[in-house]
């Protein structure tokens, strides 16, 4: 019984393009937190790095809280550093996760860039999505007035759209 299930990438940090967790995991309960951490510190939520902010580097975050609460220190993101080494790893509450997989060889076990880019943001476009590699763009704006702004509109349409009643 696998409480979570990741693979090492490339990087030798936990993969966050194959993940499963039981509900309520603590790992994504501190990357969350993490991830909206780094989003609310934006001074600029049209270009944000997506590996540190709300990718890998978030995901590694959550597993050093996790595992932390244990008393085990995983390293951080750097050269030469490999914070993801396969195996069983106990963390918060005696949750656990399992890691598969070795960073010289991150396809061992899932084939990350099985749809090359090109095609991907193709079938993105197809499903009216957009790929965050295509939509870097400086706003100017903090994600806390993104919000703001978003729910204004969304309050502006609904005085705008004619009564149900």
Not at 1 to 23: I, N, R
Not at 79 to 107: Q, Y
Request: hydrophobic share 35%; aromatic share 10%; charged share 25%.
């Amino acid at each position: 019984e696998d409480d979570g299930l990741f693979t090492v990438e490339q990087y030798h940090l936990l993969s966050q393009y194959f993940m499963a967790t039981s509900p309520r995991h603590p790992i994504m309960y501190y990357t969350i937190h993490n991830v909206l951490a780094n989003l609310l510190d934006a001074k600029d939520v049209g270009y944000i790095l997506a590996p540190q902010v709300t990718g890998p580097h978030a995901l590694n975050r959550g597993f050093q809280l996790f595992m932390k609460d244990n008393g085990i220190n995983v390293p951080g993101v750097g050269k030469g550093k490999k914070p993801a080494k396969a195996g069983l790893w106990i963390g918060t509450n005696n949750r656990s996760i399992t890691v598969k997989g070795r960073g010289e060889d991150e396809n061992e076990y899932v084939i990350r860039e099985y749809i090359k880019r090109v095609r991907k943001i193709q079938e993105y476009k197809a499903m009216n999505m957009t790929h965050f590699t295509e939509e870097l763009k400086k706003g100017q704006k903090s994600c806390l007035r993104t919000m703001w702004d978003a729910q204004q509109s969304s309050l502006e349409a609904l005085a705008n759209s004619p009564s149900m009643y």
